[in-house]
């Protein structure tokens, strides 16, 4: 196949810029704030969770809650927090931490990894409640989580503290019981119960809430009452939209994502930023990005195979398929409640290959003219290849500078990129 591809621009992207410099000493200004030493008593053990996500600076975050526990005199532990990830085993959960940079030497205090769960309430729909064992028998639990949009969820809780007690503290049981309640109730509706339950009968002591901003660099911390979580959690998730990273221009006619990972979103890349949150294939009215077609390249090196969210895009590379480990994906797709998204795409050898199947099927748009956006990830949006169709737009756009273009697409011999977006 011999197409005459678009010539690409290099450009950084500007987007508003608040920053914590040093985490460790707001961490402990927030969480002296709550005065914890008036619950928390000498010799009273305290479960602090650690999630999957990949935020920046969660070890040094996690290391100072457990340090101020300490300093109570109370006996600290760490426990996973993340459903049914990292193959829904404890192994594999503690494994995916220590990635993190948290075990056992590094925090100074246990690592209690279990799948165990046990029931602590029935909602009124009939849906029992998780909580991981090893928190349940603490005297009190600490939630620490970043607060995000949700990938394909909407409303004034989506990811963040409710989410952790219902999703993270649930395990695999729990993940797997509110996923299909939600198909029956709503995400609103099911997380809200959960929470009331869990904050009745677990013994959660605060929590400690993330922002990140566009740069992947943590923006807020805020420690919250359990009485506060939902205003609190409602109101940050505002900040946390306000400084999502976005793609540079909302119509694309094909989006190359270098990497995918569960470190990066949920969905392995975000659809906040991608758009496809209601649909895996097509833009919907509520959509604000509009990519006709989204060709994936590879995982990251972080999420040890679990390829979720490769199924919402239409082309991806054999090297992408042979990352792929098919247990973690299944469990995971199989668990949210969302199998397509671990549905294998058209597969090709290399970038030329996929990149010209892709551009015959955009409509009307000859390839050499399409609008393409290549991205490292979603989560690293500063700096990003754009195609000469939307050169008419920089001028308008103090937000954009161009380093470098027009040039055009460059393969190697072997037909793969010549260089990746770093």
């Excluded at 999630?51 to 340090?67: E, L, N, P, Y």
């Excluded at 995400?187 to 869990?198: D, S, W």
Aim: with cysteine; charged share 25%.
């Amino acid at each position: 196949m011999d197409l005459t591809l678009p010539s690409m621009y290099r450009l950084r992207q500007s987007f508003e810029r608040p920053v914590i410099d040093d985490v460790a000493a707001a961490t402990q200004r927030e969480l002296e704030k709550l005065n914890l030493g008036e619950t928390v008593k000498p010799g009273q053990t305290v479960a602090v969770t650690a999630g999957s996500r990949g935020i920046r600076h969660i070890a040094t975050i996690t290391k100072t809650v457990v340090d101020h526990f300490k300093s109570l005199q109370a006996k600290p532990f760490i426990v996973p927090a993340m459903g049914s990830h990292g193959g829904a085993s404890a192994e594999g959960q503690a494994e995916l931490i220590a990635r993190y940079g948290i075990t056992a030497e590094e925090m100074g205090v246990e690592i209690r990894s279990s799948m165990d769960t046990v029931v602590v309430g029935q909602l009124a729909e009939g849906v029992p409640v998780h909580f991981d064992k090893h928190a349940s028998e603490a005297d009190h639990v600490m939630v620490v989580g970043r607060i995000k949009p949700h990938t394909m969820f909407v409303g004034d809780i989506e990811s963040g503290l409710h989410k952790m007690m219902l999703i993270g503290l649930g395990k695999h049981n729990g993940a797997w019981t509110y996923h299909k309640a939600i198909k029956e109730y709503s995400f609103e509706q099911i997380i809200r119960a959960v929470a009331e339950v869990v904050l009745k009968k677990c013994r959660v002591v605060a929590g400690l809430a993330i922002v990140e901003n566009a740069y992947d660099e943590t923006a807020r911390i805020e420690a919250v009452a359990p009485n506060e979580f939902y205003e609190r959690e409602k109101e940050l998730l505002q900040l946390a939209r306000n400084w999502l990273p976005r793609l540079p221009f909302n119509e694309c006619d094909l989006l190359i994502v270098d990497a995918i990972g569960k470190e990066i979103s949920g969905t392995g890349m975000d659809t906040n930023v991608i758009g496809r949150k209601y649909n895996d294939h097509a833009a919907t009215e509520q959509d604000t990005t509009r990519c006709k077609r989204i060709f994936v390249r590879g995982l990251t090196e972080a999420t040890r195979g679990n390829a979720c969210g490769i199924g919402l895009a239409e082309f991806t590379l054999r090297s992408a398929v042979e990352q792929m480990d098919a247990h973690y994906t299944g469990v995971n797709c199989i668990t949210s409640g969302h199998p397509t998204a671990g549905m294998i795409p058209l597969t090709y050898e290399n970038d030329y290959e996929a990149i010209a199947a892709a551009l015959q099927t955009i409509g009307l748009t000859p390839p050499e003219e399409a609008r393409v956006i290549h991205i490292r990830d979603t989560l690293h949006l500063e700096t990003v290849d754009v195609s000469e169709a939307y050169s008419s737009e920089f001028a308008s756009r103090p937000d954009l500078e161009v380093l470098q273009g027009p040039e055009p697409m460059q393969f190697d011999d072997a037909g793969q990129f010549c260089r990746d977006i770093k």
